[in-house]
């Protein structure tokens, strides 16, 4: 059983051929509102790769929480401990161009759960086999729950993202952290790779399509991404991490866990959404070679 904490939102998404330049309207050919939020897409991920997967969040009473709600629901994750809050559920402003993306998060609701309600989900967390965090949440949220989830022995995989939340205080309580390149040099400067050696199999730091890196105590490894065809690159990482807490609950060796979640990175950028590219557990195994790990 794999838990999630971390944030609901509705993504609004525009797509233009090119980014607007300071100041400059530019003419968009799509929009469109899709279920989204780091935590969530990490949620799905982890449900469509064959996990039972409980969601601790919040959204708003808005009828972008009826439709978030209902879409976790749709993807078997149990949404007991998701509340509902007055206001506005969170939403992401997502600007789609050149093979690439922009987003602004707005956190509404999400910004509601707080760090003293954490003891009332005790339970939830010290019975789950892996906890995947965030940081679109109140950051006292996260510490709360790293603690909790050490005092009782409980795996974590915190991804750091938005980086700007980061604390060095995580490092002591978080047995894996996920960031991206970016977010790895806002964390740990331009030598994050200095880092590497620091954390031995648990600072893993994703290179996009070029796969991720970590070190294993003796020397640097890069697991090589695999070759695709990028649609839209929204939602890579939160699958790469959904996968890994998959992988790693189910005690696959770490490589091969780091190998697993590259392979469903690679196939949710094929698809429009961050949700909508998620690949099914069989999917991986295809495009591993068609073996089980």
């Not at 972008?64 to 749709?74: H, Q």
């Not at 091969?256 to 590259?262: I, L, M, Q, S």
């Amino acid at each position: 059983m794999i838990t999630v904490v971390g944030s609901i939102n509705m993504d609004l998404v525009v797509r233009t051929n090119r980014f607007p330049k300071q100041g400059e309207t530019a003419l968009g050919d799509l929009y469109t509102t899709v279920p989204g939020g780091k935590g969530a897409n990490q949620a799905v991920a982890a449900a469509r790769l064959g996990s039972e997967v409980h969601m601790i969040g919040a959204v708003g009473t808005d009828a972008f929480g009826d439709e978030l709600l209902a879409g976790l629901k749709a993807e078997s994750i149990q949404v007991n401990n998701v509340k509902r809050v007055e206001g506005t559920s969170g939403i992401a402003n997502i600007l789609l161009s050149e093979g690439d993306n922009r987003i602004i998060v707005v956190p509404g609701a999400n910004h509601q759960l707080t760090a003293v309600e954490m003891k009332a989900f005790e339970s939830q967390l010290a019975n789950s086999q892996m906890v995947i965090m965030q940081l679109e949440i109140p950051i006292p949220v996260i510490q709360r729950t790293l603690e909790i989830c050490h005092q009782h022995g409980v795996p974590t995989i915190l991804n750091p993202a938005p980086a700007t939340g980061f604390t060095d205080e995580f490092l002591s309580y978080a047995t894996y952290l996920t960031p991206n390149e970016t977010e790895a040099e806002e964390m740990f400067g331009q030598d994050w790779e200095a880092a590497l050696e620091q954390y031995p199999n648990r600072l893993i730091v994703t290179i996009g399509q070029k796969g991720a890196r970590y070190f294993d105590g003796s020397r640097h490894v890069t697991v090589e991404g695999f070759a695709t065809e990028a649609v839209d690159t929204t939602g890579a990482g939160d699958t790469f991490n959904g996968a890994l807490g998959v992988a790693l609950a189910e005690s696959m060796p770490f490589e091969e866990a780091v190998r697993f979640a590259n392979a469903a990175a690679s196939l949710s950028v094929e698809k429009f959404g961050a949700q909508g590219g998620m690949p099914k557990r069989q999917e991986v195994l295809v495009r591993l070679g068609g073996r089980e790990l």
